[in-house]
């Protein structure tokens, strides 16, 4: 089988992450983290870029040095086009361009969340979702149920109204005095907690959409009602509290994913984005299917958050298609899943 080589770069967000493959396998996935949002509470658009552009040169410098691959030996640069924050999406997009001039070889344009989902095609000799599948792509920016019909070919079944799961969690954290980003540290607190110790009330939202805003406001008013009576309250609850919160969050996840598969009857189900990292969610899905008798598809943790290795394997599979992109292309803030042909 002819070897194809993928340098992928990632941008959209807080992390500045490169990755090289070997056809469908990750030979290196580097991801260098921006610890200089957690003083403003969460990400700073502007700090952002300029981390990025800091981050950039050494991590692909490493990412092909931890491959063993050299910069001539490459097939082709896959990048995030979208969707993502504007100057964060530039670093990455100029960055491939000028590389894939330089070294004369396609560039590659890659959606975010089509990446997140298709992460699950990444080889490591499990076994694969086939088409067609469900996906629930739940992480900072994104809450989404997905049909997806082929590798380039998406359908949005239902979405947030408002804020993204991510963002529940990341607020959570925030009321609760707790650094950004907070997801992480709800999980860990949550696995020592009593996940019935409180009772939040859950959105009430028609399809398959979701809503997140009034949990978010329901927890404040929550907290500043206990902590008036008592200011230790969030100290000597956080483990209850958060795994409450986490067990309602996982409750209004899977109650859509069930009528998503009542509706389509489609029964192979994955999960993808950062919040698929959380453990809450990844039992309930394991368990949700050994009840229902469906195939469950969860990623490895290292292919859950922001990664160059997922938009590595987009890139593989539009390379085999010579779906490349010209170099007049641009970053772009919005890029729906639903559009994914060019
Ligand atoms: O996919 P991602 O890395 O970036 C975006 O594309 O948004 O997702 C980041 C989100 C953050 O909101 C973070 O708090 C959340 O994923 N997250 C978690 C966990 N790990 C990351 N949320 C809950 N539990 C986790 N274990
Ligand atoms: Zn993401």
Known sequence: MQKTYILAIESSCDDTSAAVLCNDKVLSNEVANQEVHKQYGGVVPELASRAHLQNIVPVVAQALKKAGVNKEELSAIAFTRGPGLMGSLLVGT???????????????????????ILAHFIDEGQAKPQFPFLAMTISGG???????????????????????????????????GLPYPGGPLI????????????????????????????????????????????????????????????????EILMKKLKKAVQQ??????????????????RTALQSMGEKHGWKTFVPKFQYCTDNAAMIGIVGYYKFLQSDFTQQGVTAQPRLPISQLAN
């Open 94 to 116: 100029s960055f491939a361009k000028s590389l894939s001039m330089g070294l004369h070889i396609p560039l590659i344009e890659v959606n975010h969340m089509q990446a997140h």
């Open 187 to 250: 999980d860990k607190y949550a696995q020592e907690g009593n996940p019935k110790a409180f009772q939040f009330s859950q959105p009430n939202i028609a399809a398959l959409n979701f809503s997140f805003s009034g949990l978010k406001t329901g927890i404040l008013y929550f907290i500043q009602k206990h902590t008036a009576d008592n200011p230790n309250f969030i100290t000597e609850h956080l483990a209850d509290i958060c795994a409450s919160v986490q067990h309602t969050i996982v």
């Open 264 to 281: 389509t009857g489609i029964r192979q189900v994955a999960i993808g984005g950062g919040v698929s990292a959380n453990s809450g969610i």
């Open 142 to 176: 994104h809450t989404q149920i997905v049909k997806v019909n082929s590798f380039f070919d998406m359908e949005v079944l239902g979405e947030t109204l408002d804020d993204a799961v991510g963002e529940a969690f990341d607020k959570t954290a925030k009321i609760l």
